[in-house]
Nanobody
Framework: QVQLVESGGGLAQAGGSLRLSCVGS????????MGWFRQAPGKAREFVAR????????SYLDSVKGRFTISRDNAENTVYLQMTRLKPEDTAIYYC?????????????????WGQGTQVTVSS
């Protein structure tokens, strides 16, 4: 089992920045990919970014490319999501997720482990 705990959410103004952190514990040596998803009220959970734990290959949702950066610290079992130039439409609960498998990283069903979520609110 892997446990994930997010932190760093909060309130930001449009154009501002926030950094989310996700600390993993337990069987973290088995992780293949870690990702960030978000879910706005009344909407489906949406892929935001992912990083391969070994090698650091990254992918992003088109609407966050150039604004968000995912990174990892293997020694600290931590993944980060640096969010800049925030927009009101970025408002959502952000979830950290991890999977042991190499599958479609954009699908929530690929991920076996989830954090509790952290609220990000961007005001206009």
């Amino acid at each position: 089992q892997v446990q994930l705990v997010e932190s760093g959410g909060g309130l930001a103004q449009a154009g501002g920045s926030l950094r989310l952190s996700c600390v993993g514990s337990g069987r973290t040596f088995s992780i293949y990919v870690m990702g960030w998803f978000r879910q706005a009220p009344g909407k489906a959970r949406e892929f935001v970014a992912r990083i391969r734990w070994s090698g650091g290959v990254t992918s992003y949702l088109d609407s966050v490319k150039g604004r968000f950066t995912i990174s990892r610290d293997n020694a600290e079992n931590t993944v980060y999501l640096q969010m800049t130039r925030l927009k009101p439409e970025d408002t959502a609960i952000y979830y950290c997720a991890a999977t042991d498998f190499n599958s479609d990283f954009r699908l929530p069903s690929t991920y076996h482990y989830w954090g509790q979520g952290t609220q990000v609110t961007v005001s206009s």
